[in-house]
């Protein structure tokens, strides 16, 4: 679990670094598309803090106030990103829409700034593939959809950061009369941020809503149907809270068993479907079959 930790303080550090470099050399070059993307690593800095502060909460155990412990507050982080992607990406679309209708800005044409900030952003998006990558691995690997919020913010900066490369390299090409490159760019980034802060926040709005992880109880039917001494499966629920899933079963055994062996059965349930998934906690209730399902045929009535 340490690693997970590692990996998001690693985020906050880049984060800073990014912001800081952006912002020293936006100033130096007088770039405003360094300067802007700058002040957007800002938001990095923030995204990557409240995913540090996430994990941390969501690891601690269940309690007297919180039986099912603190899964859910990474799915409240992961909205809380979509929110901040989604607000970045109308900021982005407005600004982009008035340098569109405004007069053309005035490049930078001194040689010195233009490689600097050009050597700068291409730091920035080798930095940003790196985060993305290891993020989405680590969130696949613990199953943290904090951190798949953070790769995926770390992977719209990526886009980000080559429209204000893509429009640095216009600038120092063809001056003012591509002035415009950069903020056509954005606005294909603004519609890509959209789509995929709106599928983020659908995503955690499903796990805080407890909706059914898609299949799942489907799956789990069949598997203990599969169980030696289960009837029928009446009902299964499930929902998910940070990488555990809670699971309740109603089963039902021959009417004849005794007690002891119903529950046998039942701990027969949770050990096969534990071993499936060891993040599963599950629950199973047991209930007597119908006269005419839990006895032998011979023995049914007619």
């Not at 340490?2 to 800073?16: D, L, M, N, Q, V």
């Not at 930078?108 to 993020?135: F, I, K, N």
């Amino acid at each position: 679990m340490a690693e997970k930790y590692r990996i998001a303080e690693a985020s906050i550090f880049a984060s800073i670094a990014m912001m800081l470099l952006k912002l020293i050399f936006g100033l130096l070059t007088g770039s405003l598309a360094l300067l802007s993307d700058g002040l957007h690593s800002a938001l990095d800095v923030t995204a990557a803090a409240i995913t540090w502060v996430a994990l941390h909460i969501s690891d601690r155990p269940a309690d007297a106030s919180h039986n099912y412990g603190h899964g859910k507050v990474e799915s409240l982080s992961a909205f809380g990103e979509s929110i901040l992607l989604l607000l970045t990406a109308f900021w982005i679309g407005w600004a982009a829409v008035n340098s569109l209708l405004g007069p053309p800005v005035r490049p930078d044409t001194r040689y010195w700034a233009s490689y600097c900030a050009m050597g700068v952003v291409a730091v920035a998006m080798l930095t940003d593939v790196w985060r993305s990558r290891l993020l989405t691995a680590a969130a696949k690997k613990y199953e943290s959809q904090a951190l798949r919020a953070d790769a995926l913010h770390f992977g719209v900066d990526f886009l980000i950061s080559s429209v204000v490369l893509a429009s640095l390299v216009a600038v120092r090409i063809g001056g003012t009369h591509w002035a415009h490159v950069d903020a056509v760019g954005a606005i294909f980034v603004a519609v890509v941020m959209v789509g995929a802060s709106l599928s983020l926040a659908r995503q955690s709005i499903d796990i805080l809503m407890d909706h059914s992880p898609a299949g799942l109880e489907a799956s789990l039917t069949a598997l203990m149907k599969a169980v030696p001494g289960v009837v029928e499966v009446r009902r299964v629920r499930a929902r998910q809270s940070g990488n555990r899933r809670f699971v309740d079963a109603t089963i039902t055994v021959d009417r004849q068993m005794s007690m002891e062996a119903g529950h046998q059965i039942a701990t027969s349930v949770e050990v096969a479907v534990e071993r499936e998934d060891s993040g599963m906690d599950i629950t199973v209730h047991v209930e007597p079959a119908a006269v005419a399902d839990g006895l032998p045929a011979s023995q049914s009535p007619t």
